[in-house]
């Protein structure tokens, strides 16, 4: 095993869900943000970055907050606070940038078949992906066009507005996914929850209708007691399979 894989084995190993944090040990502000910059390179589905980021750091808004999670220890114990939003709203301005840097890229450089392909992918194919109404008229329309394309060709399905929340929830947890691992290679403890009431965080973040909260993760010096228990996952035989 290379050693960088054994460093990474070792961080995958100690992250735990932790419940419980102690509140009076220093806290290391910096590494919070190092894990957001990482957490920022995360992949995500085709570059959109239809994610934000919130730090609650200030005490009254961590314990308002922790209200709204039910009470959690994870919260109201917790150093500090980020807030995973999906911003599936934002779309046609990520969609621009995108294009924009794709224009740059080939700037003075003559447009074959490839840079056309790439500049239609952002020109063309995202906006007929992610436009939709919220009363769902054109997603009703994309759905059946699918259908009859099915008949003739591959294809694909994930074409609803439901499916557009998933694609945006699905990048922003991987963003989670890497802030965590971060942490606890910075040396701290994290807990990710969807336990909270999401319209009561949403209009506290003061967020528009296109916005969800896709996680709040809790984060600090992790107590032994703010661990519940030994690791537990199914046998490996039952959720892995070989083609
Ligand atoms: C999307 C998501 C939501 C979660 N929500 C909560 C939560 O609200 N409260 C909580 O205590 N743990 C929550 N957890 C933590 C899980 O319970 C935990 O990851 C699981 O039991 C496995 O334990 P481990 O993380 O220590 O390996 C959540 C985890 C994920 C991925």
């Not at 999906?86 to 840079?115: M, V």
């Not at 020109?123 to 997603?139: C, E, T, V």
Request: overall charge positive; glycine content about 6%; proline content about 3%.
């Amino acid at each position: 095993m290379q050693p960088n894989a054994q460093i990474f084995d070792e961080i995958v190993n100690n992250r735990r869900s932790t419940r419980k944090f102690d509140t009076e040990a220093p806290f290391d502000t910096e590494a919070v943000s190092r894990s957001i910059d990482r957490a920022i390179l995360s992949p995500n589905s085709s570059n959109m970055q239809l994610w934000e980021f919130y730090r609650v750091r200030d005490k009254e808004k961590i314990a308002h907050l922790a209200k709204l999670c039910f009470g959690q220890g994870a919260a109201s114990t917790a150093s500090e606070l980020l807030i995973i939003v999906t911003r599936l709203d934002k779309w046609k301005s990520r969609q621009q940038l995108n294009y924009a840097q794709i224009q740059k890229q080939f700037e003075g450089k003559p447009i074959g078949k490839t840079e056309k392909r790439a500049l239609d992918y952002y020109g063309k194919l995202m906006p007929l992906f992610y436009s939709h109404d919220r009363l769902n008229f054109i997603n009703t329309f994309k759905k059946i066009f699918t259908w009859f394309r099915s008949l003739t060709q591959l294809t694909y399905w994930q074409v609803s507005y439901y499916d557009l929340r998933t694609i945006v929830h699905k990048s922003a947890a991987l963003a989670a996914q890497t802030f965590m691992l971060s942490m606890t290679a910075e040396g701290y403890s994290t807990c990710p929850m969807e336990g909270f009431d999401s319209k009561k965080v949403k209009s506290y973040l003061n967020l528009p209708a296109g916005a969800e909260i896709n996680m709040i993760i809790g984060m600090g010096l992790g107590l032994k007691e703010g661990v519940y228990g030994e690791r537990f996952r199914i046998p490996r035989n039952q959720v892995v399979f070989e083609l």
